[in-house]
């Protein structure tokens, strides 16, 4: 496809569990972010990846958030034992090494019963 | 640390009216700057972004956003909105290591037909 894709696009999981979300970018694209939507959070970055380099992951909120990027184009985002603060949209962009500009997918919303 | 402020968290105007949505970031170097849009049940959208040149930059859909260094402003404009405006905007600086954006809180917008 021409933009990003993100699945599942919602995802309805009970708390302790374990879920993953899957990003993939626009082919050719060497970044990949990872961002949350939370209400009373806004939109915060969580993690990017950038060509063979080591992630910046500086924006993970707890050691139970992990994110992989499998042969520098599809990511999985997971997050272990689930909690209910973890309720959000999942927001995934990339972006070509040229360019500054991101280009978002349409998010997974995250419900956590 | 960077950081952005959008100052109003919502607002309501009728057709035609003109609109400006307040942005201020912090940081004192070197600034790229975005303002992005995010319609009911949509992606977000770049509307415009500045990154050297002239500080008056012209986007999509009419809308424009002055750059004011002294400031640290980036005000969103547009002169006469339309009901189909109605969305949420968001304001983004874009931190120069590695290229993550940090997002202001969010503005919602609601034109009133």
């Known amino acids: 496809g021409a933009g990003v894709s993100q699945s599942p696009s919602n995802k309805v999981t009970e708390k302790g569990k374990d879920v993953e979300l899957r990003c993939d970018p626009i082919s050719g694209h060497t970044a990949l972010y990872w961002y949350r939507q939370s209400l009373g959070q806004g939109l915060e970055f969580l993690i990017y990846?950038?060509?063979?380099?080591?992630?910046?992951k500086s924006g993970l909120p707890s050691d139970r958030f992990s994110a992989e990027r499998t042969g520098g184009s599809v990511s999985t985002l997971t997050i272990q034992r689930t909690q209910q603060e973890d309720s959000a949209v999942y927001l995934c962009?990339?972006?070509?090494?040229?360019?500054?500009?991101?280009?978002f997918g349409p998010g997974t919303r995250l419900t956590v019963l | 640390a960077q950081s952005v402020s959008q100052h109003n968290h919502h607002v309501i105007l009728s057709e035609a009216a003109s609109l400006e949505l307040g942005c201020n970031y912090s940081y004192g170097g070197t600034v790229n700057l975005f303002w992005y849009v995010q319609y009911p049940g949509q992606h977000l959208q770049l509307l415009l972004k500045?990154?050297?040149?002239?500080?008056l930059v012209k986007g999509i859909k009419g809308f424009e956003a002055e750059f004011i260094k002294s400031k640290f402003s980036f005000n969103l404009r547009k002169p006469s909105v339309q009901w189909s405006d109605t969305a949420e905007y968001f304001c983004a600086v874009k931190n120069n290591q590695g290229g993550k954006l940090i997002f202001g809180q969010g503005t919602e917008l609601s034109v009133k037909p």
């Open positions: 500045y990154f050297s040149g002239d500080p």
């Open positions: 990846f950038q060509g063979n380099s080591a992630p910046d």
């Open positions: 962009a990339s972006r070509w090494t040229g360019n500054n500009e991101q280009f």
